[in-house]
């Protein structure tokens, strides 16, 4: 079966950096994106990575490993405003978007 | 700016009655998507659609239907409503299903049944 894996629940401190896994083990990959959802709120898109590597967007990178079926967000320079659910979600073979149960970060002051 | 809309952000409904869920997109988008978010089970999609009147089950298509007779409206049936489709539901839609097109959500219709 197809299967992505993220952490419950993390907490960080205001200012810190924090990086949050997603393993995944899909029938193909075809790219993998990451969403930040505020509480009760609409997912809204982050990053995608379809190559090895990092991608720095502002505060936000994303790294990816095939080989490894690994990525983690890291976010940097922590505000109040970034406590939220980080969605990990790879595209598979047939073009289909599985997604990760989430990962609820806290800030705290 | 792109946009997304749901019918209603919050809905309460009988069991056995019918329920309709509506979208709508002003991006043009050929594929839409409706998934069920619930706690610690992530997206879960139930239908999606790729184009008017084209539909491909998800991974939970029991207990559901879809209708898309224009292209920016994609609707969500539950034609005899029961208690464990409590959920919120969340409308996306997107240009392609390849490459780094993201999905655009639309707010979520909590829905609750008693």
């Known amino acids: 079966g197809q299967n992505i894996d993220q952490p419950t629940e993390m907490t960080a401190t205001e200012g810190a950096i924090v990086q949050i896994n997603c393993t995944y083990q899909t029938s193909g990959f075809n790219g993998l994106f990451w969403y930040q959802q505020h509480a009760g709120e609409a997912p809204t898109f982050l990053s995608y990575n379809v190559l090895d590597g990092l991608e720095e967007k502002g505060r936000f990178s994303s790294f990816l490993s095939r080989s490894k079926g690994y990525s983690y967000l890291l976010l940097k320079e922590l505000q109040m405003k970034d406590s939220a659910s980080y969605l990990c979600?790879?595209?598979?073979?047939?073009?289909?978007?599985?997604w990760g149960a989430g990962t609820k970060l806290i800030i705290k002051p | 700016d792109v946009k997304v809309t749901q019918s209603s952000r919050y809905r309460v409904k009988r069991t056995g009655e019918k329920v309709f869920l509506e979208c709508v997109q002003d991006m043009d988008h050929e594929n839409m998507f409706w998934y069920r978010q619930d706690p610690g089970l992530g997206l879960r999609l139930i239908y999606f659609?790729?184009?008017?009147?084209?539909?491909e089950k998800g991974d939970i298509p029991e207990g559901y239907s879809v209708s898309r007779e224009k292209k920016e409206r994609f609707s969500l049936i539950l034609e005899s409503a029961s208690t464990n489709q409590t959920s919120m539901y969340l409308c996306?839609?997107?240009?392609?299903?390849?490459?780094?097109?993201?999905?655009?959500f639309g707010p979520g219709t909590r829905l609750t049944v008693t």
């Open positions: 979600a790879v595209t598979d073979s047939n073009y289909q978007l599985i």
């Open positions: 659609s790729y184009d008017v009147k084209m539909k």
């Open positions: 996306a839609s997107t240009v392609a299903l390849t490459g780094a097109y993201e999905q655009y």
